[in-house]
């Protein structure tokens, strides 16, 4: 059965600091898709990225970067010179299997990540 | 830009009472879903839907019920609410076909059951 770990269950950090995610997650398709969400206190989930599993390549947006490696079945999230805006809980998610065309994400249990002034 | 709505906020109900949650999207997608969250739980999927009348069971349907009439909207029936029910739900939607899509959610609906 697919899962999704997120070990770090809170992080609380001083802005200007640079803050990891971790996610781990457990398969045995060769083709899936991993996700990140962010949950602002507002509650609604924020897309932030989407990776297959057959594109291993870092990718980095501003101040987001996110780092796969099937070797570890990790796709960590870094957030470089972090905000107070960048409060919020931190969702990772996998999608592997699809019903009727539609995906099953399954999604771990959220970091929430407090960046103080 | 992409909308899902969910028209609670907030709720509180008796225990045995039926509820309703409803959700509207307006980017015609195909696949709608409820989830639930509750804390170190993460999101678990309750039920989806992808096609209108059509409804698939997700992992955690027990104690739940949905339709879906019309493509825009997908209801949440809790048919006897009990206390355990008491959860933030999300309503979410995406287009048809491909592990890849993205979902989109809404706000979410805090329900307290009492």
């Known amino acids: 059965a697919q899962k999704v770990t997120q070990a770090q269950t809170e992080i609380s950090v001083v802005e200007k600091e640079d803050v990891t995610l971790d996610c781990v997650y457990e398969?045995?398709?060769?083709?899936?898709?991993l996700f990140w969400y962010k949950q602002p206190p507002s509650g609604e989930l924020v897309f932030l990225i989407r990776?297959?599993?057959?594109?291993?390549q870092n990718e980095i947006s501003g101040r987001y970067s996110w780092n796969f490696q099937k070797s570890t079945s990790s796709f960590n999230f870094t957030i470089t010179a972090s905000q107070v805006v960048d409060s919020a809980v931190y969702f990772c998610?996998?999608?592997?299997?699809?019903?009727?065309?539609?995906?099953?994400?399954?999604f771990g249990q959220g970091t929430r990540l407090t960046i103080n002034p | 830009d992409v909308k899902v709505t969910q028209s609670s906020r907030y709720l509180v109900k008796r225990t045995g009472e039926k509820v309703f949650l409803e959700c509207v999207q307006d980017?015609?997608?195909?696949?709608m879903f409820w989830y639930r969250q509750d804390p170190g739980l993460g999101l678990r999927l309750i039920y989806f839907?992808?096609?209108?009348?059509?409804?698939e069971k997700g992992d955690i349907p027990e104690g739940y019920s949905v339709s879906r009439e019309k493509k825009e909207r997908f209801s949440l029936i809790l048919e006897s609410a009990s206390t355990n029910q008491t959860s933030m739900y999300l309503c979410?939607?995406?287009?048809?076909?491909?592990?890849?899509?993205?979902?989109?959610f809404g706000e979410g609906s805090w329900l307290t059951v009492v």
């Open positions: 979410a939607s995406s287009l048809i076909s491909g592990l890849g899509n993205t979902i989109y």
């Open positions: 398969t045995r398709d060769t083709t899936y898709y």
């Open positions: 990776r297959n599993s057959f594109d291993e």
């Open positions: 998610a996998l999608s592997e299997s699809e019903i009727q065309g539609a995906q099953k994400l399954v």
């Open positions: 980017m015609d997608h195909e696949n």
């Open positions: 839907s992808y096609d209108v009348k059509m409804k």
